[in-house]
């Protein structure tokens, strides 16, 4: 603190101008307001008024934080919404189209439907690996990813590095399922008077290729005798090379009562994440870790299983009993006599055989034998027809089941270790058991379990919308499953005959894929998830829109002036410093001399 010299007579005088220098200073403080419209060039000017600013402009600032990410995010909803119309659009053009054909029976029209689903899997590849804002929004976290390599490399692999694609697959696993004789791994004898069909000796086989004998029956037993033994499953064993690591997966494909086959992933976890839903614990040795697997299905039967080396998981199959039937053919055949065969196929499908007696029969048919004039004569005309009847259902359902399966186990490869599609192994008795590296993984993104968490937009102060997407997801899996396995077939040989009974086939198997059932995830569920979250970010930013509205308008007043409050302040203070000015210049010319003058 200091103290101002005084000098006599001088205090009325510094008082004026100490007036008159705060008197300026707050016309210039009120002119810079006019200019400005800001109450304050600083927080401390404010006064106590700076922490309410200090506050709402915090949660202004949030909520432009809020409002640019809804904004950015929004784009990128709108894109991947759009992608899965399209999707759902090739789907519903692909299966009105195999519906179409298949009812007009035109034998030009298989060729166009081959060409059209070409060209639609190409579409959805595009569709797939599209961008937003440099992200591609079907490769989850990777999003500097692209997501599906390209239909050339679906179809025909790279050959360049040794990889093959869907038509690779689909060829070895036709050559598996129809097996050596063409008739769908069955065991066909003829002995006297009787006609035998047994089903492959090998049960790793019998779980995975071919036919399966479900029943059997005639219509005469008297004269068409069907002793029927139904098969029974084998005994699994599984066991692994070597301990797996944390978090290595494993894949296993479970055999359901219908002959169907769905493919679990399952990792291997320390601790009590080994007990959470689709994981198995790792045990003190490899024995007991195999155990933990084995448990984790929860009974199920097993088909097969395939990992990376190491772990090195491996299942034997052992016991069990193939199902067998035979005919026997005694005498008072009668036109008109039938025996009824009915198969089961791998993908849950069956197929059911009649055959009819008749007095004649051409030698090539499928449904009919001519009744001999012995038994033994019969027996052996049943026994060509049988299989020509079988190998006929192997060259159209099992041949068919064989593309959709092929399919299906193509779009499941994953580029997580061990997870490459299945391949048949080399004794063509079942599925090799160490994951192949010589097969084109199709999706190159993430693989998290939960696609739409991979991405998510913080919308409000504790509300976050996740609109993460992956091409590997099941509804998108079984689409360019059923658009491929049209695309892969050719349905005219080469003197131009067309194979309409395959063609149909393959449509409806195709057809069943574009199909999703109600336990199966469909496009129209994914288009939900994502018009949800667009909803849910179009009231989020309503709200933050409204929020900040709010705050603003609470601070006129703090933050702001009133110009017009200001102008009529400002001339105010003018006319006072003006007032002051003349009574001070008058003041200050008063003397004696002056007064006495």
């Known amino acids: 603190m200091t103290i101002s010299a005084f000098a006599a007579g001088t205090y009325r005088f510094d008082r004026q101008s100490a007036s008159l220098v705060g008197m ?15 109450t304050a060039e600083t927080y401390g000017g404010l006064g106590v008024a700076r922490t309410t600013s200090l506050s709402a402009h915090a949660a202004i600032s949030a909520q432009d934080g809020y409002l640019t990410a809804i904004t950015s995010a929004e784009t990128r909803v709108k894109l991947t919404s759009a992608s899965l119309t399209q999707l759902k659009s090739l789907s519903d053009s692909t299966r009105s189209n195999l519906s179409g054909n298949v009812a007009s029976r035109n034998e030009k029209l298989p060729a166009t439907t081959v060409q059209l689903a070409a060209n639609n899997l190409s579409a959805a590849v595009d569709a797939l690996n599209q961008q937003a804002g440099g992200v591609y929004v079907f490769s989850g976290r990777a999003t500097d990813t692209v997501p599906v390599v390209s239909q050339q490399a679906i179809m025909n692999g790279i050959p360049a590095e040794g990889l093959d694609g869907l038509k690779a697959l689909i060829a070895e696993q036709k050559k598996a399922d129809l097996g050596p004789s063409g008739n769908g791994r069955l065991i066909q004898g003829l002995g006297t008077r009787t006609v035998s069909l047994s089903e492959d000796t090998n049960p790793e086989a019998r779980a995975n290729f071919g036919f399966t004998l479900m029943a059997a029956s005639s219509s005469n037993s008297a004269s068409l005798g069907v002793d029927f033994i139904a098969g029974t499953k084998p005994d699994v064993s599984l066991s692994f090379a070597q301990q797996p690591a944390d978090g290595a997966q494993v894949r296993v494909v479970l055999q359901f009562a219908d002959g169907s086959q769905k493919t679990l992933d399952l990792t291997a976890r320390t601790g009590e994440a080994g007990n959470a839903a689709g994981a198995f614990s790792i045990g003190n040795t490899a024995a007991e870790t195999a155990a933990n697997l084995k448990r984790a299905l929860g009974g199920a039967d097993i088909a097969s299983v395939q990992s990376a ?6 299942a034997t199959f052992a016991n069990g009993r193939a199902a067998s039937t035979s005919f026997s053919i005694g005498n008072g055949v009668a036109s008109g006599d039938t025996i009824t065969l009915k198969l089961g196929l791998h993908d ?3 197929k059911t055989i009649t055959l009819t007696a008749s007095e004649t029969a051409d030698s090539t048919s499928t449904t009919t034998f001519a009744i001999g004039a012995t038994p033994d004569d019969t027996t052996a005309n049943l026994s060509r027809t049988l299989q ?3 190998t006929a259902a192997a060259n159209t359902d099992l041949s068919a089941s064989s593309t959709a399966r092929a399919a299906l186990n193509f779009f499941e490869g994953s580029p997580v270790a061990g997870l490459s599609p299945r391949r048949v192994a080399a004794d063509g008795n079942g599925f090799a058991e160490t994951a192949s590296a010589k097969t084109v993984i199709w999706y190159k993104g993430d693989t998290a379990a939960d696609p739409r968490a991979t991405a998510t937009v913080q919308a409000g102060t504790s509300r976050t919308v996740e609109i993460g997407a992956q091409a590997n997801e099941e509804a998108i899996r079984r689409t360019l ?27 409806s198997r195709a057809a069943n894929l574009l199909t999703p059932s109600e336990d199966e995830q469909s496009l129209e569920q994914l288009g939900t998830d994502f018009g949800l979250a667009a909803s849910s970010m179009a009231n989020a930013k309503s709200v933050a829109n409204t929020t900040k509205a709010t705050l603003e308008a609470s601070l006129d007043g703090v933050d702001t002036v009133s110009t017009e409050e200001v102008a ?4 105010s203070l003018q006319t006072q410093l003006q007032a002051s000015y003349k009574v001070t210049s008058i003041l200050s010319e008063m003397s004696l001399v002056n007064y006495l003058r």
């Open 481 to 507: 499953a059923g658009i491929a396995a049209m695309a892969a077939e050719s349905f005219t040989s080469t003197t131009g005959t067309v194979d309409t009974a395959r063609f149909e086939a393959v449509s």
């Open 348 to 350: 849950g499908t069956t």
């Open 568 to 571: 009529a302040k400002l001339l």
């Open 388 to 390: 020509n009847a079988l």
């Open 309 to 314: 080396n190491p772990p090195g998981v491996t």
């Open 24 to 38: 300026k200073n707050q016309l210039d403080g009120l002119a810079r307001q006019l200019s400005t419209g800001r």
